[in-house]
């Protein structure tokens, strides 16, 4: 298969409408546009009877005292774990694109509450979820798509993989508000064929 998109380039930087955090004229980062990108995809192996998605940065730092200081950087070289940035399953074998926008069109404080948006399929949880956990302004179950916001004094520069999953189930059965762990199990043996996308993003003034 092969998976595109018109919002940018494979590993091109992903433009700030589609991030959850931007630079702003006297901070470091405020809110952005969030946005999810448009997506399309072809060479669909036969036998396909639904797809599932995911979007996840592979590059986030795992000492979280570093991030988000004005008196240091977060080396590059620190060891990283993985973010989850969007869950998306059983979209019908029949649909070959996702409109931009049409998952995720602004931050939603204490996360967006549509499992089963109108656009179609089941969303999963994204770890947003445990990032705001302790902010009483923020916390909750965050759903579906929410974009880039890389610390602001990373001096890595973040990657984010979309990844599309060819499968040959129509409907996998999935708990409510599943993660990364569900959908990977679920999806065993089922995968007939799968692409990739990758963009970029940061909020360093030092990569831009």
Not at 30 to 52: D, K, M, T, Y
Not at 150 to 166: Q, S, T
Not at 167 to 182: F, G, H, K, S
Request: charged content about 15%; glycine content about 8%; hydrophobic content about 40%.
């Amino acid at each position: 298969m092969q998976l595109t998109s018109n919002s940018f380039a494979d590993g091109a930087a992903i433009p700030a409408e589609f991030a959850f955090g931007q630079p702003g004229p006297d901070s470091p980062c405020i809110l952005a546009g969030n946005r999810n990108p448009h997506l399309a995809w072809s060479q669909v192996p036969e036998g396909a009877r639904s797809f599932a998605l995911t979007c996840l940065d592979p590059d986030v730092p795992t000492v979280p005292d570093t991030v988000n200081r004005a008196d240091c950087v977060v080396p590059a070289d620190q060891p990283r774990g993985q973010f989850v940035h969007w869950l998306l399953a059983n979209l019908p074998a029949s649909q070959r694109s996702i409109e931009a926008g049409a998952f995720s069109a602004g931050v939603t404080a204490r996360g967006k509450r549509d499992a089963a948006p109108a656009a179609g399929g089941l969303q999963g949880i994204n770890d947003y979820t445990g990032w705001f956990a302790a902010d009483a302004d923020m916390a909750g179950d965050y759903l579906g798509y929410d974009g880039p916001c890389p610390p602001w004094n990373d001096e890595r520069l973040h990657h984010y993989h979309f990844r599309l999953f060819a499968l040959d189930v129509e409907t996998l059965e999935l708990p409510v508000n599943y993660t990364l762990a569900d959908l990977n199990a679920a999806m065993e043996g089922h995968v007939l064929a799968e692409a990739e996308l990758v963009g970029t993003y940061t909020l360093n003034p030092a990569l831009r």
